[in-house]
Structure formats: structure tokens, C-alpha cells
């Protein structure tokens, strides 16, 4: 009789194990949000345009020596016109070289923004179709990459740069990457 | 008469644009060597669109799509073997992008529960099969089935 009680109770049980198991689902983070492959890789190596003015291309060489920020951006995307005045702190406040990869985009329409909302980047790779953003491993605008002084990418940012995903997951990778170079360069 | 060729006129053509729609996208791409295109088609099925959660790079026009298409197409041509080029991807999308996972403590969840369903399952089945040969009816059950007029209950 008790075991026959037991069976009935069976199926609720079976449901609320299948409501644990989903609610954990939740707890494992955006279902849209890649793991970052990259991470402690090399920046891939280019040779690609600028959006005007000289040097006229841009390769791997120009990444090195400093702490970067690698920001994939188009006209296109309206997440970048979000995060542009966001940047353009980040930029000011810091005095971090922030590199502009134009992705997938119109360069006449990429220059028209800029002059517009004003410039935030160091310098200018334009991507115009895509390869250089198959080899980041991106798969859309924007995404933010921190480079260190040796080419090696140490954080990626999936989405808009935020004033909370800048204080909390991108500026302390920035500051703990720029006193390693500093006591580097000391010894 | 009329109505009945016009509903199967529509359902054909409901059928036809579900069929096309079903189909993969196609690029221009023509590839001197057959050899080479039949693996391209293969890469491009067990890719999966990073952008689009649930189709492969075959079946999504979108634009990451098309990239991923014509960087595989781009190593094919290269000579690299369908291993490098899955592993390249690999490496800059993890193991998202392909559509066979490997064996990992991270994916043997997904390798190993259709399995234990399956054993849950049969074993479910055998309990329920002999209880049904334990159960017998009683002598009353058995009068009364008979008055219903159920032949030998």
C-alpha cells in the first residue's frame, strides 16, 4: 500500500526534477553568449584599409606595444550607436587606444557617423567583408576585445560596452594587463 | 468539383513553398573539383550558425553565415583536410559551432541521457508487464464481467 503511494507520488517527482534541472539552466548565463575561444590566443594577423588618411592599411604590427581595446563596429548596428558615447569615456578618461574594426560596413557611411558622433578610435581597419571578424571568432556588432602589449587577446566582450561591463569585467583585466607592462618595462 | 481542384492546387503549393523554404541557401560558388564541393556541402551541414542558435551555416542566410561559408570554402581550396578546418572554427567558436559535439564532462549529459531514458524506459515496461501477469481477478470481479456478458474475463 505505502509502495503503491510512493508510485503515485512518482510523476510530481519527476516534475519538480525537470524544474530543477531547467531553473539551473538558468543560472548558466546567456544561451547567446559564446564561450570566448580566443582567450590567450593571438590577435590574427591582418593587412587591411583604413577608413582614409595615411598609413593606408593597417596590419598586427600597429596593435603591439600597448594595452588596447579592439572595438568591432558598424553603422548598421544600433548597439554601437549606444555604446559610442560610452567608448568615447572610456577613450578619454583612460587615455586607452581604442581601435575601431568597421565590420561588414560602408565606409562613406562609417566616415558620415564618425564626423557626426566624433571619433573615439586610435586608428581604423575596416573589414569590409568579414574575414578578419571570422578569425575573431565574432559573430556580430558589437564585440570588444582587450589586447595586450604583445598581441594576445586577454578579454572579449560580447554586446555594448557598458559603464557596468567596463567597471566590472573589462577595466580591472585593463589595469591589472597595464601594471604587469609597467613592471615588465621597470625590471 | 472546382473548389476541390482549388484546395489541392493550394495545398501544392503550400507543400512546394515549405519544400523551398526547408531547402539550403545556395551560394554562388562552383568548385572545379566535385570531390571538394561534396565535402564543402558536408562542413556546411555540421556547422552551426553562431548567430542563429539553431540552424546550420548551410540553411541561414545571415551574414555570419555566409562568412563562415566562404571561409570554409576558402580553406578547402587552401588543401587543408575537413579536420583542420573544423578545428580552425573551433577555435575561434568553440564547440558551439559544431553540431557533433565531442565527448567532454561537459557534453556527456547530452551523449548519455537518451540512453538512460531508454534503460528507464524498458525497465518501466518490464515492471508494468508483470504486474499484469500477477494481477488476478477475484471470483466477484469475474461473476460480474460475466453478467456484463464478457466471454471467459
New interface residues.
Given amino acids: 500500500m505505502t509502495r503503491a503511494r510512493a508510485l503515485l507520488a512518482l510523476p510530481l517527482a519527476v516534475f519538480v526534477g525537470i524544474v530543477l534541472l531547467l531553473h539551473a539552466g538558468f543560472g548558466l548565463g546567456r ?2 553568449l ?5 582567450l590567450g ?1 593571438p590577435f590574427p594577423d591582418f593587412d587591411l584599409p583604413t577608413l582614409g588618411g595615411e598609413p593606408a592599411s593597417r596590419s598586427r604590427a600597429d596593435l603591439l606595444g600597448k594595452v588596447r581595446l579592439v572595438n568591432v563596429w558598424a553603422t548598421w548596428c544600433p548597439t554601437c550607436a549606444a555604446e559610442h558615447d560610452e567608448l568615447a569615456g572610456i577613450a578619454a578618461e583612460t587615455g586607452i587606444g581604442i581601435v575601431g574594426i568597421n565590420y ?1 560596413d560602408d565606409p562613406n557611411a562609417a566616415r558620415a557617423w564618425l564626423a557626426q558622433r566624433g571619433d573615439p578610435y586610435r586608428f581604423h581597419i575596416v573589414d569590409a ?3 578578419l ?8 556588432a558589437p564585440e570588444t576585445f582587450v589586447v595586450d602589449a604583445d598581441g594576445v587577446i586577454r578579454f572579449k566582450q560580447v554586446g555594448a560596452v557598458t559603464a557596468e561591463t567596463w567597471r566590472d569585467s573589462i577595466a580591472p583585466v585593463v589595469v591589472s594587463l597595464r601594471e604587469a607592462l609597467i613592471q615588465e618595462r621597470q625590471r | 468539383m472546382t473548389a476541390r481542384v482549388a484546395r489541392s492546387v493550394a495545398a501544392a503549393l503550400c507543400l512546394a513553398a515549405t519544400l523551398a523554404s526547408a531547402s539550403s541557401v545556395v551560394d554562388a560558388f562552383d568548385f572545379d573539383d566535385p570531390a571538394l564541393e561534396a565535402r564543402y556541402r558536408t562542413l556546411i551541414a555540421e556547422l552551426r550558425c553562431p548567430k542563429c542558435l539553431n540552424v546550420n551555416i548551410a540553411g541561414s542566410d545571415a551574414p555570419i553565415a555566409s562568412d563562415l561559408r566562404r571561409a570554409v570554402r576558402r580553406m578547402l581550396e587552401e588543401g587543408r583536410s575537413d579536420d583542420e578546418i573544423l578545428a580552425h572554427l573551433k577555435e575561434r567558436y568553440g564547440n558551439f559551432i559544431l553540431y557533433d559535439p565531442p565527448l567532454s564532462a561537459a557534453t556527456v549529459l547530452l551523449w548519455a541521457t537518451p540512453v538512460l531514458l531508454i534503460v528507464l524506459g524498458l525497465l518501466v515496461l518490464r515492471r508494468i508487464g508483470s504486474r499484469r501477469d500477477a494481477v488476478a481477478l477475484t471470483d466477484e470481479e469475474r461473476s460480474k464481467l460475466e453478467a456484463l456478458g464478457v466471454e471467459n474475463p
Fill in positions: 544561451a547567446d559564446l564561450p570566448s575561444a580566443l590566443k561588414k567583408n568579414g574575414d571578424g571570422v578569425d575573431l571568432g565574432v559573430y556580430g
